[in-house]
């Protein structure tokens, strides 16, 4: 498919700069209605309470979704993604208020495989936690 | 209380065909933020070499755990929902999803295991076309809190 990063153009070690994601209650009204995840934790905070979280945190999809959307970016072409994993090490809290929580995604190139893939490790934080870990993607480049 | 282990390596039967349209990828795109053209436009997809529209990577969790959770639901596993948040997830592509698909899923039960206080349960997911093409491979790990405790 149609990447627009070329694969000889790309170093292991090269940095993808970082990106902020805002997340606020209405994307996780918004995304527990496209993805059918209607677990009140992510949307109900006297629920989110009753079973011990400190609020309504994010769908741990959503936030894999933010890196996801930072991969697709970089390479140009969502086709491009053959393989793409993460851990969800921490939660997203997202207070009821305007400002809602910051998701920062960064990456850098880890490894060149055949085929003009190429592995992409990531990086996700919301303030101090890091909310993905073993997080990478394998992208085919141009 | 424990997750039942006997589920370990249960197969459920393939799900009923989810037809990919459009509209639910433009829902999803939006969703999640993406502005991307190749999500919402024919043409832009085409000129990237796509046959329609494209769903974003992590789209196929929409149909994925359907037949997987049905599984869970099951009162002989013994998980309460209340407590279960997402570990894991894996997508490894074929080939990327777009509009006109019809899907069939297949989940299998591949690990439950223990780690500290939490039991935690891998869900496989091999999705193809209705006329057997593989597409993608999902794999939903998820945790019980508390539920080795």
Sequence with gaps: MAATVKYDEVEVGQEIPAVDYVVRRLNLVMYAGASGDFNQIHWNERFARMVGLPDVIAHGMYTMAQAGRFVTDWAGDPGAVVDFGVRFSSMVVVPDDDQGATIRVGGVVEEKLEDNRVVVGLTATSGDARVLSKARAVVRLA | ?149
Aim: proline fraction near 7%; charge should be negative; charged fraction near 20%.
């Design chain 2, 1 to 149: 209380m424990a997750l039942n282990r006997d589920f370990v390596g249960r197969s459920f039967p393939p799900s009923a065909p989810y037809e990919v349209s459009r509209v639910k990828i433009r829902e999803f795109a939006a969703a999640i933020g993406d502005a991307n053209p190749i999500y919402r436009d024919r043409e832009a997809a085409r000129a990237a070499g796509h046959p329609d529209v494209v769903a974003p990577p992590t789209f196929p969790i929409v149909f994925s755990l359907q037949s997987g959770g049905e599984a869970l639901m099951d009162p002989g596993l013994g998980l309460n929902l209340a407590m279960v948040v997402h570990g894991e997830q894996r997508f490894e592509y074929v080939r990327p999803v777009h509009a006109g698909d019809e899907l069939v899923t297949t989940a299998t039960i591949t690990d439950i295991r223990s780690a500290g206080r939490n039991e935690l349960l891998t869900v496989r997911s091999d999705v193809t076309t209705v006329a057997g093409e593989p597409v993608c491979t999902t794999y939903n790990t998820i945790v019980e809190r508390g539920g080795a405790a």
